[in-house]
Nanobody
Framework: QVQLVESGGGPVQAGGSLRLSCAAS????????MHWYRQAPGLQRELVAV???????YYSDSVKGRFSTSRNNAGNTVYLQMNSLKPEDTTVYYC?????????WGRGTQVTVFS
């Protein structure tokens, strides 16, 4: 059973930075693509970033140039570095991974950007 735990969220002033972490119960990130999503209440879930197993990345247009994702050498933690945060980035952020056609999600971490 894979468990994902996000951390690092909290309140931050607009223009500031936060680094989210997603810790896994095993070294799974080296061989699987990892996704960061966010979802505000009443709104559709948005794919924010992808860290592919080969090391390539994808970012949505809304965060491109401000967010970056990476993983540690052990392959059990991925990060989402968020810079130049805006009030519209306020929402809950989730990490997600698909292993053998099974989706695993963390419980999310709240990010609140105030102006």
């Amino acid at each position: 059973q894979v468990q994902l735990v996000e951390s690092g969220g909290g309140p931050v002033q607009a223009g500031g930075s936060l680094r989210l972490s997603c810790a896994a119960s095993g070294s799974i990130f080296s061989n699987n693509d990892m996704h960061w999503y966010r979802q505000a209440p009443g709104l559709q879930r948005e794919l924010v970033a992808v860290l592919y197993s080969g090391g390539n990345t994808y970012y949505s247009d809304s965060v491109k140039g401000r967010f970056s994702t990476s993983r540690n050498n052990a392959g059990n933690t991925v990060y989402l570095q968020m810079n130049s945060l805006k009030p519209e980035d306020t929402t809950v952020y989730y990490c997600q991974i698909d292993i053998n056609y099974t989706d695993y999600w963390g419980r999310g971490t709240q990010v609140t950007v105030f102006s």
